[in-house]
Structures are given as structure tokens and as C-alpha cells.
């Protein structure tokens, strides 16, 4: 947050309505920056642009950003919005440092706060990126944009932010999750990932297949008995609301690391897609990772089953039959 205009900015951006009109009541523009951003915005009125987001010169070491606001939107719109920015500066060279005026856009104090505050959301989600692996030109995939808000209402913007953070960080565990590769993230490791979440506070508990069998979760482990790699199923609880005698709300993801098919093997030209089949345990581990962030006031408890299904002397076969942890025998 600043209280004005950086010197050492690359570029401003300030919001306008649909009719191109913005507000300056706390003078942070000057009158010379003033005149440009008219006599740009009068070019756009009569040129009818539809673009919502335009840029120009305002110095010849800064660029001024028009991002048009409409004055009816659906709920996602400020998150797509502020993700549709994020895509458009990084298409411009050399602009690393943004500073942003929310307090131009006329809206109501409370409508402000809620927009710019979902606005940032997606600029952050569509900012990233996961280059763990990538060796190649690592300072121009790594580009981070720094930006400064000029606003009044610096304290409800944070404080609003706060549960939209929360959710980008459970968003975010869950891409770098399904983004690893199969050889990196395999159930073990997996295991040592979510328990990371310990510090959060969340009750962590993880089963290895000795203490499934004891259970009798025998459908899970017939699925990952022709892999080297050990099944585990894990359980994630977070206990924001002790007041409440009801049951925790429970979630359950579906956690294979790598599916070839086993015996029944996949068509080779969807194979690569196999290691996302974790992908629903992976959203389970992040939402339970933003409710421990926003210490939420609600019980819930995530399952996830970890596993990984490859062919093998040892796999499964078409015809088995194995009893599952309820008691049912299914045919394999």
C-alpha cells in the first residue's frame, strides 16, 4: 500500500466506467497526468472501443493502464477481470512495478472493497506459475510483478483480503500437487507433503498398508499392489467449530499418482494425462489447507486415498474379487 503515485513505477492503472469517467478526490494524479488520461479517454469514446483494458504513454518512462469497470457484472467478473490484467501487462516488456488506484472507480465504499479486493484474487491466481523443474531462461519465466494500492480504505481491503488469500493458497498447494511429476510425487512423498500441514494446525493422520489391512481396505490396496510404490490413505481434520456436537463435513479425493490402467492398460496417447488422476485429492489437501488458514469456524475432515496403479507380476486382474472396508466383495 502507498499513499501516492511511486516515481520509480513502471506504470499506473486507473479504473473507469463503461462511460469512461473516474474519480480523483484525493488529488493523487496530477493536473498535467489529468489532461493525458481525458484526452486518452476522449480518443476512446470516440473510437467505441470495446477492449477493457487500454494503455498509453503518460511519460516516456511510464505507461498509464484504463481498465473499464461495467457498471453490471456477474460475481466472477472481478476475479476475471483482474486476471485479464495480470495477462495483459506481462505481454508488455519491462513492467515489474504497478501501482493501482481503486479509489478512482465510483463506486460506493463497500462495492469498492469487495471488487478491488476479488480483482486482486485473480490477478494472484492467473499470476501463477510452476517452473520447479524448467532450466531454461529462469529469470524471464520467474518475472514477478510488485504492486503498490492507493486507496483510502487500506484496512477493509486487507481485512477482506485475508479470506481470499486463504482460498489462493489452498488453490495454489492444489496446482503445485497435480503439476509434479509422477516420479517426484508418489504416494510416499505425498504423505510427507500434506504433513506439512501439522504447522496450520490441522490433525494429520496417515496409514501405510500394514495398518490398512488391518482395517480391511482391501479395494484400495488391490489397486496399488502392482506398483513398488506403498498405498497409504491419509486423514486431514480441522476442528474450528468445538461448540458443535455434529459431524464434521467430510471430504474424500481420489489420490492415484500415476494410472497406467494396471493389467488394463490405458491407449498410449492419453497416458501423459494419467498423473492428474490425483487431482481430486489434491483439491480436498488445499481446501482443507485454506480453512486452517482462515481458521474457519466449521469441523471438517478430508480423506485421501494415495496410490499409484501399474502394471505388474503383482497387479490386479480383471475377475478378481476383493472384500472392501464395508464388507462388500466386488469383482474386480
Same mark, same amino acid.
Given at each position: 500500500?502507498?499513499?501516492?503515485?511511486?516515481?520509480?513505477?513502471?506504470?499506473?492503472?486507473?479504473?473507469?466506467?463503461?462511460?469512461?469517467?473516474?474519480?480523483?478526490?484525493?488529488?493523487?494524479?496530477?493536473?498535467?497526468?489529468?489532461?493525458?488520461?481525458?484526452?486518452?479517454?476522449?480518443?476512446?469514446?470516440?473510437?467505441?472501443?470495446?477492449?477493457?483494458?487500454?494503455?498509453?504513454?503518460?511519460?516516456?518512462?511510464?505507461?498509464?493502464?484504463?481498465?473499464?469497470? #461495467?457498471? @453490471?457484472?456477474? /460475481?466472477? +467478473?472481478?476475479?476475471?477481470?483482474? &486476471?485479464?490484467?495480470?495477462?495483459?501487462? %506481462?505481454?508488455? =516488456?519491462?513492467?515489474?512495478?504497478?501501482?493501482?488506484?481503486?479509489?478512482?472507480?465510483?463506486?460506493? #465504499?463497500? @462495492?469498492?472493497? /469487495?471488487? +478491488?479486493?476479488?480483482?486482486?484474487? &485473480?490477478?494472484?491466481?492467473?499470476?501463477? %506459475?510452476?517452473? =520447479?523443474?524448467?532450466?531454461?531462461?529462469?529469470?524471464?519465466?520467474?518475472?514477478?510483478?510488485?504492486? #503498490?494500492?492507493?486507496?483510502?480504505?487500506?484496512?477493509?481491503?486487507?481485512?477482506?483480503?485475508?479470506?481470499?488469500?486463504?482460498?489462493?493458497?489452498?488453490?495454489?498447494?492444489?496446482?503445485?500437487?497435480?503439476?509434479?511429476?509422477?516420479?517426484?510425487?508418489?504416494?510416499?512423498?505425498?504423505?510427507?507433503?500434506?504433513?506439512?500441514?501439522?504447522?496450520?494446525?490441522?490433525?494429520?493422520?496417515?496409514?501405510?498398508?500394514?495398518?490398512?489391512?488391518?482395517?480391511?481396505?482391501?479395494?484400495?490396496?488391490?489397486?496399488?499392489?502392482?506398483?513398488?510404490?506403498?498405498?497409504?490413505?491419509?486423514?486431514?481434520?480441522?476442528?474450528?467449530?468445538?461448540?458443535?456436537?455434529?459431524?464434521?463435513?467430510?471430504?474424500?479425493?481420489?489420490?492415484?499418482?500415476?494410472?497406467?490402467?494396471?493389467?488394463?492398460?490405458?491407449?498410449?496417447?492419453?497416458?501423459?494425462?494419467?498423473?492428474?488422476?490425483?487431482?481430486?485429492?489434491?483439491?480436498?489437501?488445499?481446501?482443507?489447507?485454506?480453512?486452517?488458514?482462515?481458521?474457519?469456524?466449521?469441523?471438517?475432515?478430508?480423506?485421501?486415498?494415495?496410490?499409484?496403479?501399474?502394471?505388474?507380476?503383482?497387479?490386479?486382474?480383471?475377475?478378481?474379487?476383493?472384500?472392501?472396508?464395508?464388507?462388500?466383495?466386488?469383482?474386480?
Amino acid at each position: 500500500f502507498a499513499s501516492g503515485l511511486s516515481p520509480d513505477s513502471d506504470a499506473y492503472a486507473i479504473f473507469v466506467t463503461e462511460r469512461y469517467e473516474y474519480k480523483d478526490k484525493s488529488n493523487i494524479l496530477s493536473t498535467d497526468e489529468v489532461k493525458k488520461i481525458d484526452s486518452f479517454l476522449n480518443v476512446l469514446k470516440v473510437k467505441k472501443k470495446k477492449e477493457d483494458i487500454n494503455s498509453f504513454d503518460i511519460s516516456d518512462r511510464q505507461k498509464c493502464f484504463i481498465i473499464k469497470v #461495467k457498471n @453490471k457484472y456477474e /460475481s466472477y +467478473f472481478p476475479q476475471e477481470h483482474g &486476471g485479464n490484467f495480470f495477462s495483459y501487462i %506481462t505481454k508488455i =516488456k519491462d513492467i515489474t512495478k504497478v501501482d493501482l488506484y481503486p479509489d478512482s472507480l465510483g463506486f460506493d #465504499k463497500d @462495492k469498492l472493497i /469487495s471488487f +478491488f479486493s476479488e480483482f486482486i484474487f &485473480g490477478f494472484n491466481l492467473k499470476s501463477y %506459475t510452476f517452473n =520447479k523443474y524448467k532450466t531454461l531462461n529462469k529469470e524471464k519465466i520467474n518475472k514477478k510483478i510488485n504492486l #503498490k494500492i492507493i486507496t483510502s480504505h487500506r484496512k477493509k481491503i486487507e481485512n477482506n483480503y485475508k479470506y481470499c488469500d486463504a482460498v489462493k493458497e489452498g488453490v495454489f498447494l492444489t496446482r503445485d500437487l497435480v503439476s509434479e511429476p509422477p516420479n517426484v510425487l508418489t504416494p510416499k512423498a505425498y504423505v510427507q507433503e500434506i504433513k506439512k500441514l501439522l504447522k496450520l494446525g490441522l490433525k494429520i493422520k496417515s496409514y501405510d498398508e500394514k495398518e490398512m489391512k488391518k482395517l480391511g481396505l482391501n479395494a484400495l490396496l488391490g489397486v496399488g499392489q502392482g506398483s513398488i510404490n506403498e498405498t497409504y490413505l491419509v486423514t486431514i481434520e480441522w476442528n474450528g467449530n468445538k461448540k458443535t456436537k455434529q459431524n464434521p463435513i467430510a471430504f474424500v479425493g481420489k489420490g492415484v499418482c500415476f494410472d497406467t490402467g494396471g493389467i488394463s492398460l490405458k491407449p498410449a496417447r492419453f497416458m501423459e494425462e494419467m498423473k492428474s488422476d490425483m487431482a481430486g485429492s489434491a483439491a480436498v489437501v488445499g481446501l482443507l489447507k485454506t480453512l486452517a488458514i482462515r481458521k474457519a469456524k466449521v469441523n471438517a475432515v478430508g480423506v485421501v486415498g494415495l496410490v499409484e496403479n501399474m502394471p505388474g507380476g503383482n497387479a490386479q486382474r480383471p475377475g478378481d474379487i476383493v472384500k472392501s472396508f464395508s464388507g462388500k466383495t466386488i469383482e474386480i
